[in-house]
């Protein structure tokens, strides 16, 4: 069960009734990427905020940092209203943003001088961070010279030498290979469990399940679309957290039947998770996201579970044995989920009938129980079909359907939307793109099944 946070601990960032939207073009109204967000960072502990792509984790994290406005609501930092950038903070991003034509030990400085301080001061406050991330002998190295764990070792002294009272970090291990992220996380881990790290707190960013688990007290659990705070849980583990432990499992395995369930109730409570389907409601086919995925993407992922005992696998290790984060699985689960091809339960993917046979049988066969389940299941080419089938020549403009498209989403995620429901169209034969004449049109003959 979520618990209350002790009174007695000191609550140094709050974040109360939260919205951010930004304006669509063309003055078409606006998109709103945050909704009614509370959350809060007290003294002592390490709080991740896991979303999936739109859930608008880094957009929130740079409200807290002071660096955009909230369009509604308010932060508040250390008992006082923020209002402009967040003093009390300092942020590791995802790139490096080191400035190429300084040292090692001038770009740590840079932070310090703009806030005053003196050359002497810079220069220990410096070396101490240095020291700290272990870059110590490579105080005069520009950057060039490092590689990219160095690179983002010199982001954390960087931070690390103003001693913000909670460190932002955005996704600070994604830019590095495998085995570099794993060394410096172990090392960050290493400092806040030893007591020796430079601030009070940590907010970090996050889409891997397991690295929210292993260096968190409590995560954050934010839905997408717009983003906004399903629930938290309280990662009840002694420190250092034990990968190998049963409850580590446990926990990772909660969390993804979560992000693979958007309409499941986050209780925080990790045991068999109940869920209900959500109430229908008239909805525009095109105001629902399609997951971006490919169909050969989702044909692959199909063959690899079907070779498993029972077309079953648990989500964490097919992420792990197919080395992919959640950003990336998640959307193809989304797509098989969707296609009914597959069933997601407690941690757990399963192929349904229907899905075993897309995986098993012939291209041709494929193409057919593809073209079936995209009209059963997706409105959006359901609609493009039925408007294609109205028009006497059998074509149109695609810019009719981006306007469709434009009217719930930024452009770009218009764009991204009608990518991929080309991909899936034209897999299905339902329909063909002429990027040339940027024109849809019904194949010769119709190979479309009953609309209904």
Do not use: C
Request: charged share 25%; net charge negative.
């Amino acid at each position: 069960m979520v618990k209350t946070m002790p009174v007695t601990e000191q609550v140094l960032i709050a974040v109360e009734q939260v919205n951010k939207s930004f304006p669509l073009p063309d003055g078409k109204g606006e998109f709103t990427v945050l909704r009614q967000i509370n959350a809060t960072v007290s003294s002592g502990e390490v709080v991740a905020l896991l979303g999936r792509s739109g859930s608008g984790k880094s957009t929130l994290l740079r409200i807290m940092a002071g660096l955009i406005p909230p369009t509604d609501g308010r932060v508040i930092s250390n008992g006082k209203p923020l209002r402009g950038a967040n003093k009390d903070v300092a942020m590791v991003f995802q790139s490096f943003a080191l400035l190429p034509w300084l040292t090692v030990q001038e770009n740590v400085e840079l932070g310090l001088e703009a806030q005053g301080f003196s050359r002497e001061m810079r220069r220990k406050r410096a070396l101490k961070a240095i020291d700290l991330v272990g870059l110590d002998g490579f105080e005069s190295a520009y950057p060039k010279e490092l590689s990219g764990g160095m690179k983002q070792r010199v982001g954390f002294a960087r931070a690390f030498v103003i001693e913000p009272q909670v460190l932002f970090m955005d996704e600070p291990f994604s830019a590095l290979d495998v085995l570099t992220a794993e060394n410096l996380r172990g090392e960050i881990d290493d400092l806040w469990n030893a007591g020796s790290f430079p601030s009070k707190s940590i907010l970090i960013v996050t889409h891997n399940i397991e690295e929210a688990v292993f260096l968190a007290d409590r995560v954050i659990i934010l839905g997408a679309n717009p983003g906004r705070v399903r629930g938290e849980v309280r990662i009840d583990l002694p420190r250092p957290h034990d990968r190998t432990h049963p409850r580590f499992k446990a926990l990772v395995d909660y969390i993804y039947t979560m992000m693979t369930n958007p309409e499941a109730e986050v209780t925080g409570e990790v045991t068999v998770v109940k869920t209900e389907a959500p109430k229908q409601r008239h909805q525009s086919p095109y105001a629902k996201l399609l997951p971006h995925v490919r169909v050969g993407g989702i044909s692959g992922l199909l063959e690899l579970i079907v070779e498993q005992p029972e077309a079953k696998e648990d989500i964490p290790k097919l992420a792990e044995r197919l080395q992919l984060e959640v950003d990336d699985l998640l959307p193809i689960l989304d797509a098989a989920v969707l296609l009914g091809f597959a069933k997601v339960t407690q941690g757990d993917v399963q192929l349904t009938d229907i899905g075993e046979d897309f995986a098993t049988t012939t291209i041709l066969r494929s193409k057919d129980l593809f073209r079936q389940q995209v009209l059963q299941n997706v409105p959006m080419l359901v609609s493009i079909v039925q408007t294609l089938r109205e028009k006497r020549n059998g074509s149109m403009r695609a810019d009719f359907f981006m306007d469709l498209l434009d009217e719930h989403f930024p452009h770009a995620e218009a764009e991204r939307q009608f990518a991929t429901a080309v991909d899936w169209g034209r897999y299905a034969e339902l329909f063909e793109y002429d990027a040339s004449e940027d024109r849809l049109y019904l194949p010769e003959p119709v190979s479309v099944e009953t609309l209904g």
